[in-house]
């Protein structure tokens, strides 16, 4: 393969040509997309504890295994977060019942963090099948704000920081031109046909998405949960909660949200994510068990990619490109990930033995789409330790392109092209969803 480098700036991806340089502007960085270059490495296993005692059984991946790797994780991955805040409500911004011609209803609800209507407060935009009864329910951040996924002009626009849309663009406010311009990665109308609500929200609510010292966003407000009163030149603990913590428990506020909303139900709830998003589907699946199902789309560093494999992104490029996303400890492991106690596919086997589908797509070599395949793959024992079917699978080589694996309780795809969510990918995760979410 012609080596090639390449750059990404905030999710701007540019292909250069052989052996460019600076990466940007910040360091050099050459990413190994060579296999035989991949170091060798062993991955911890999912079921042996840290003190080397066997996990033989379900009783104790549930009370002892399982409690230990959320713990590893938190600590030197992720961060910790704080709980469910006292004082949150919701407030229902409006409700329009003839949506998408009639099919569904469009609802926007303010979920307020804080007591009053004055504090931090995130914004849940939510397409509901009129159905009559509960529906299941994909839940997925945005990264461009509630207004860019459908032309709908009812959909407010967001007044908080928005992200940068491109190279060149300073003005980060929401404006009418945005409206639906992301509406392709979000196929609201396919969902609601195939019976389930949309609910979505905007990622820069929760945290915005730059490296601020976490000075912004909820960890403004909540921190001191986490790190205990500091003085303002003091150091943050090491495992402080990052951006990804920070946007997985803005979506379990939206969970708690939707426990009170009796058009959705709330024991059906997929999570789904793309890219720093998939990563934090994972996380939010992991930490929160009353998300039913999981979806990861090309997430790979610090998301599906196992990081002992340093093939595309690796540990230090992301703490470095990303200080924010993780917790400061995490950065130990810069260029020592066989140091780390943990590796992604714990990750993965810390939803089971809930579904979870990790998609790859072939021109995608930065998210690593083989780490991604085996980070399932070595996830497999602990589904099946826990009576489910796990990946139906034997071969540890990654599947041929286009033929999605989507019978077991682990689903994974190769998708045919780059970095990206596309119609094919949603078809397969409603496949999914319709075998584990609609059955009575
Ligand atoms: C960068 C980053 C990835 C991330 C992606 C995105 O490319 O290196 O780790 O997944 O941005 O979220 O768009």
């Given at each position: 393969m012609l080596s090639m480098v390449f750059l990404r700036c905030a999710s701007v991806l540019v292909v250069l040509g052989p052996m460019a340089g600076m990466a940007?502007?910040?360091?050099?960085?050459?990413?190994?997309?060579?296999?035989?270059?991949?170091?060798?490495?062993?991955?911890?296993?999912?079921?042996?504890?840290?003190d080397g005692t066997p996990v033989a059984d379900a009783e104790t991946?549930?009370?002892?295994?399982?409690?230990?790797?959320?713990?590893?994780?938190?600590?030197?991955?992720?961060?910790?977060?704080?709980?469910?805040?006292?004082?949150?409500?919701?407030?229902?911004l409006d409700n329009e019942p003839q949506a998408l011609g009639g099919i569904a209803t469009r609802r926007q609800v303010r979920m307020h963090l804080t007591e009053g209507t004055d504090g931090p407060s995130i914004d849940v935009l939510m397409y509901v099948p009129n159905a009559g009864r509960p529906v299941p329910a994909f839940l997925g951040l945005n990264f461009y704000g509630n207004h860019t996924i459908a032309p709908d002009p009812n959909i407010r626009l967001n007044t908080n920081w928005m992200r940068n849309r491109g190279p060149g663009i300073v003005d980060n406010r929401a404006t009418d031109e945005t409206r639906g311009t992301h509406a392709p990665y979000w196929p609201v109308e396919m969902l609601v046909k195939r019976g389930y609500a949309l609910v979505t929200m905007y990622y820069g609510d929760i945290d915005p998405d730059y490296d601020d010292g976490f000075k912004n966003g909820v960890h403004a407000a909540f921190d001191e949960q986490v790190t205990g009163p500091l003085a303002d030149d003091a150091v943050r603990p090491g495992d402080a909660w990052g951006s990804i913590a920070a946007w997985a428990w803005g979506l379990s506020r939206c969970v708690d949200y939707l426990e009170?909303?009796?058009?959705?139900?709330?024991?059906?709830?997929?999570?789904?994510?793309?890219?720093?998003?998939?990563?934090?589907?994972?996380w939010a699946g992991a930490t929160d068990e009353r998300l039913a199902l999981v979806v990861s789309n090309n997430s790979g560093c610090g998301g599906a990619a196992l990081s002992r494999r340093a093939f595309g992104e690796t540990v230090s490029r992301i703490n470095t490109e990303f200080p924010h996303w993780f917790c400061d400890n995490f950065s130990q492991f810069n260029n020592n990930e066989a140091a780390l106690p943990v590796d992604q596919h714990e990750l993965i086997a810390l939803i089971a033995p809930r579904p979870v589908y990790v998609a790859s797509a072939t021109e995608d070599l930065w998210a690593d789409p083989l780490g991604e395949y085996l980070a399932a793959y070595h996830a497999n024992p602990v589904y099946k330790l826990l009576g489910t079917t796990g990946l139906p699978r034997e071969s540890a080589d990654l599947p041929p392109a286009d033929e999605p694996i989507k019978t077991g309780t682990i689903g994974?795809?190769?998708?045919?092209?780059?970095?990206?969510i596309t119609g094919f990918d949603w078809q397969q995760y409603l496949d999914f969803a319709d075998l584990h979410l609609t059955k009575e």
């Open positions: 940007c502007g910040q360091d050099d960085f050459t990413p190994n997309y060579d296999e035989s270059k991949v170091p060798e490495y062993t991955l911890p296993d999912p079921l042996v504890m840290q991946w549930n009370t002892k295994r399982r409690p230990e790797l959320l713990s590893l994780f938190r600590e030197h991955v992720y961060g910790r977060a704080p709980g469910k805040p006292e004082q949150l409500h919701f407030e229902v009170t909303d009796a058009d959705v139900n709330a024991a059906r709830v997929a999570v789904i994510g793309h890219s720093r998003l998939g990563k934090t589907s994972l994974y795809h190769l998708r045919s092209g780059k970095h990206d």
